[in-house]
């Protein structure tokens, strides 16, 4: 498996990717899905985009990097991550954002945070605690999840 910055040639495996998740509706706050010109647009706006890439030249995985805010808080990287439903359980993600920090470390960011880690998706946070990030609070139906009923975010961040 290699993690690469991604490439044109790659969008269309990234959309399905990221489109998957979208659906799945447990995890991004995003409704609607990308099509070719939308994810485009989308994955080329970012800071950076890396992929992981299997053995077969297939992207299994991928990550978005971009600033949480502005200004005097434009040091404050924000970032999402999403591993095709066929390669889940292989520490891919783990990957993703190992590679992720260096990526935002590289291009002068001082701190990655997550905005709306979903308290059930447990995976995630264990795997963001493990790395050494620290949870920020607990916002109260913070997420609608896609059936309609609500559950808490979390707040991560780490220090670069």
């Known amino acids: 498996m290699t993690i690469r910055k991604y490439s044109a040639d790659d969008l269309k495996q990234m959309i399905g990717i990221w489109n998957e998740v979208v659906?799945?509706?447990?995890?991004?706050?995003q409704e609607e899905t990308l099509n070719?010109?939308?994810g485009e647009a989308f994955f080329s706006s970012q800071s950076y985009c890396g992929v992981a890439v299997d053995d077969?030249?297939?992207v299994?995985?991928?990550y978005i990097l971009h600033p949480n805010n502005v200004g005097r808080c434009g040091h404050i990287c924000n970032a999402s991550y999403a591993v095709s439903s066929s390669f889940r359980g292989q520490h891919i993600g783990e990957k993703l954002v190992k590679d992720c920090i260096?990526?935002?470390?590289?291009i002068g960011f001082r701190i990655l945070q997550f905005n709306a880690v979903v308290e059930t998706n447990i995976h995630a946070?264990?795997?963001?605690?493990?790395?050494?990030?620290?949870?920020?609070?607990?916002?109260?139906?913070?997420?609608r999840m896609k059936d309609g009923h609500y559950e808490n975010i979390c707040p991560y961040y780490i220090e670069l």
């Open 23 to 29: 659906e799945e509706g447990i995890a991004f706050p």
């Open 36 to 38: 070719d010109e939308s």
């Open 56 to 58: 077969c030249g297939s």
């Open 60 to 62: 299994v995985g991928l």
């Open 102 to 106: 260096q990526k935002a470390k590289d």
């Open 125 to 143: 946070r264990h795997l963001y605690e493990r790395i050494g990030f620290s949870q920020l609070g607990v916002i109260p139906n913070g997420f």
